[in-house]
């Protein structure tokens, strides 16, 4: 099993609409977690992260349930610009501590 | 955005050459990374370093080498390129490695054929 799963899409929503994601992961250790956002052929950027009970950004919302080892993001009010890849990502919480990646799930926001 | 730059930024060569690729930032930041990104995996850990002259390996290390002779560069060595090298390779950085987060670089689109 993957140490961290997600749904590679693509998600097709009209704009205005809301759409969540899933990630789950399977180190109950972890210590942190993160969503970033890849667009196409581009580097990825941290979008938020996501700490303990979750947090809020303007439009996006990530939450971490830790009995059942995921957390999601949910996108209210899609706009054309959030068409991209979002990367779910762990980070450990012994020794090195590296980042986990995901292998992304796609969104495609339409007029 | 964090002042990271990665050279080249395309690269076809063939099997069995060296390859050599630069990431520079001007942050100042004590840890520098280098990824992979490959279709059905997510980024990976090649190598990272925590200071200059210190470096250590990541999880796809075999085939790879670097050197950290300033706090502004990494390189990123491919001794005998082969064509499962073929790939997306990102430079990244951060100040710490707590809960710091970690500003990636253009990348580069490696080819070999």
């Known amino acids: 099993r993957k140490e961290v799963e997600q749904d590679p899409g693509p998600f097709n929503v009209p704009e205005g609409a809301t759409v969540a994601f899933n990630c789950t992961y399977s180190?109950?250790?972890?210590?942190?977690f993160f969503w970033y956002r890849q667009d196409c052929r581009k580097e990825p950027k941290l979008l938020m992260s996501?700490?303990?009970s979750g947090n809020e950004d303007g439009r996006f919302t990530a939450q971490l349930n830790r009995a059942s080892q995921y957390i999601s993001l949910l996108i209210r009010d899609s706009k054309l610009s959030d068409s991209a890849t979002y990367l779910c990502v762990r980070r450990g919480n012994t020794g090195f501590q590296k980042l986990v990646f995901g292998t992304g799930t796609r969104l495609l926001v339409s007029p | 955005d964090a002042g990271i730059t990665q050279s080249p930024r395309h690269k076809v060569t063939e099997t069995g050459t060296p390859v050599t690729l630069r990431c520079h930032q001007t942050e100042n930041h004590r840890y520098m990374y280098w990824y992979r990104q490959d279709p059905g995996h997510g980024l990976r850990l090649i190598h990272y370093?925590?200071?200059?002259?210190?470096?250590d390996k990541g999880e796809v290390s075999d085939g790879y080498s670097v050197s950290r002779s300033k706090t502004e560069d990494f390189l990123l060595t491919l001794e005998s390129a082969t064509s499962s090298q073929t790939s997306v390779y990102f430079c990244?950085?951060?100040?710490?490695?707590?809960?710091?987060?970690?500003?990636f670089g253009p990348g580069t689109r490696l080819t070999v054929l």
């Open positions: 990244a950085i951060s100040e710490s490695i707590g809960l710091d987060t970690q500003y």
């Open positions: 180190n109950s250790a972890s210590q942190s």
């Open positions: 996501v700490y303990s």
């Open positions: 370093s925590y200071g200059v002259k210190d470096t």
